[in-house]
Each structure stands twice: as C-alpha cells, then as structure tokens.
C-alpha cells in the first residue's frame, strides 16, 4: 500500500507564474489536508478536503490560493502568481477516520 | 481543538528512555491525543494515538494520565535517529475526520 505520494518534489517558479502541487492519498482515503512550511517555521494548516468538497479552507490565502480533490485523480494545490513569500515546502496529508499520513512534500522555490 | 504545551527542547542519550511530556489540560472527553514527529524537513510522521487508555505500538509507548490533563510519550531506546521535532495534537473524533493543528513541539537531541 503506497503512502501519501506528493509531486514533484523540488518546484521552481520565476515570480508571476503558475504552481501546481499534487497529492495522491492513500488507497482508501478519502480525506486530504495540505499544509505549508515557511523556513524555519512550524506547520500550518492551509486546507481539509473531501472528495469534491472543501470542508475546512480557513487557512487558505484569500488569494491567489486554491485547493481542489475531484472525483478521480490527485488533490491539487495551486498558487497563481507566485512571490517570493511563497518559497515553502507544501505537505499534504491523508486520512480515512483515524490517523492522518504524510507525504514528503513538494518544496516550492520562487526565483 | 484543545492547545498543548510541550518544552521547547530536550535532550536524551542515545540507548536511553526518551521521555517526552505533553500538557492538554483543556482536553475535552471526545478529543485523541496524537503524536507526530518531523525529522529534519522530512514529512511530518505518525508515531502513536490514544484516547485514555495507556498504548503501544513498535515505536514509542503513549501513557495518558487518568484525568487526560497530561500525556507522555516514551521512546524506550532512542537512537541518533530518532532526533526530531515531537507534536503532541490534540485532535476531535467526531465521527468524520478533522484537521490536525500543530503547534511548537518539543525538539529532541539525541547525542551520543
């Protein structure tokens, strides 16, 4: 049973460009968290879905910031017109009821 | 969900019982206690859960005080390995999943 696949790992943007992270949960998974990590910071929750539905978006950028998990295929977290500031490693998480899993993350560099 | 409060860093020899204190003193009864560490910039890793009963699993031993104010997590021989930043989460179980909100953690140094 495969974990929580994130790709890619390393990103590299040039400031005004599009960000596309992706998640694949765990078989059987139903619910998807993303989280951010600012250098030498702790993790913040960014935003909990469920399948083609947003259930929890409050740390959510109010803009430029959006999350989908549709029907079929990976959770996707995008950033349009990335700045700087947003040089970070994006981890998402999955979960059934009980214990949520991590991938490795995507680590987003804005150049 | 309810606040933690976990030292901000210890130390522990290698070979040694590593003991890591975690206070929820606001814990409300339908609420978990979770454990997750963080190595380096790695994922975030589950290492144990429990409600109010004491638990173990191969990698640490979770003891829950009998009035879930307090918790301790023990990693009973630890390694340079196990060097890491330790969350201990307070979670609800309200029959559908939720978020898991991490706080400081407690950073354990691991020497030889």
């Known amino acids: 049973n495969a974990g929580v696949m994130q790709n890619p790992r390393h990103l590299v943007r040039r400031r005004g460009q599009e960000a596309r992270l992706r998640c694949s949960p765990m078989k059987g998974h139903s619910h998807v968290y993303w989280y951010r990590q600012l250098p030498e910071e702790g993790l913040k929750f960014m935003v909990y879905l469920q399948k083609e539905n947003i259930i929890d978006e409050s740390g959510m950028p109010k803009e430029r910031f959006s999350a989908e998990f549709p029907k079929e295929g990976p959770s996707i977290l995008r950033i349009q017109q990335v700045v700087r500031g947003d040089s970070a490693a994006y981890f998402c998480?999955?979960?059934?009821?009980?214990?949520?899993?991590f991938g490795q993350g995507t680590r987003l560099t804005v150049v | 969900d309810a606040k933690t409060t976990q030292p901000t860093s210890m130390d522990c020899a290698e070979g040694r019982a590593a003991n890591l204190p975690c206070n929820h003193s606001?814990?409300?009864?339908?609420?978990?206690v979770y454990w997750y560490r963080q190595i380096h910039s790695q994922g975030p890793q589950y290492i144990i859960h429990?409600?109010?009963n004491n638990e173990t699993n191969e990698m640490a031993s979770l003891i829950i005080t009998e009035d879930r104010k307090s918790s301790t997590l023990i990693l009973p021989h630890a390694t340079l390995r196990d060097t890491a930043v330790y969350y201990c989460i307070v979670r609800a179980n309200t029959g559908t999943a939720s978020k898991l909100t991490f706080g400081t953690g407690t950073r354990l140094q691991v020497t030889l």
């Open positions: 998480a999955s979960s059934g009821q009980g214990e949520a899993f």
């Open positions: 429990g409600l109010k």
């Open positions: 606001t814990i409300s009864g339908n609420e978990y």
